[in-house]
């Protein structure tokens, strides 16, 4: 697979077939080939098996930073986590973390502090979208068993990725910067 200057992967008459016989022909319908592939060929077979077709590789006259904010934007995942608010949602993790039944328990915890302070500087850089696909990824992993990693990087010093189940690393307990993660 080869991808463009804006990072748009382009699929070779090879990646394709790799995919069928790899046992991903399900994930087929998605993909942007090169124009000078067979991709003429193997659409007029799929119209034949009442398939989906393949989409040519058309490059984008756009530069990357308005490329960038058209697909931060346009974040794929299920309307339902698009609805999700952080602030709610992360409460009620760290409520049943600390094993805390009343909200206004909560508001003085070093626990509720931190988040409260992550979120601040996630909103400020307009990353809310980021904490619903974040949820969402992880939720996708756990419900198709898809492992991954305990945590690395500066992420781990975000309480709220902890929260979220990204990592497995309490940046309180470790006394880890949350700053380190967002600079």
Known sequence: MKTDSLGIPRFTNKDLVDMIYTGHSDKVHVVLCDADNDV?????????????????????D????TFD?????????????????????????????????DPIALRDT???????????????????????????????MRENNIVWGVGRGSSVASYVLYLIGVHKINSIQFGLDWREFLR
């Open 40 to 60: 003429d060929k193997f659409n007029e077979a799929c119209e034949e098996q009442g398939l989906s077709k393949l989409q040519k590789y058309i490059p984008l």
């Open 62 to 65: 756009v530069d990357e930073k």
């Open 69 to 101: 904010g058209v697909c931060q934007s346009e974040w794929f995942m299920p309307n339902e986590y698009k609805q999700i608010n952080p602030n709610k949602w992360l409460e009620a993790k760290c409520m049943e973390k600390l094993q805390i039944d």
């Open 110 to 140: 070093q626990e509720w502090i931190r988040v409260t302070d992550e979120l601040t500087e996630f909103r400020y850089r307009g990353m809310y979208p980021l904490i619903q696909y974040m949820i969402y990824l992880v939720d996708f």
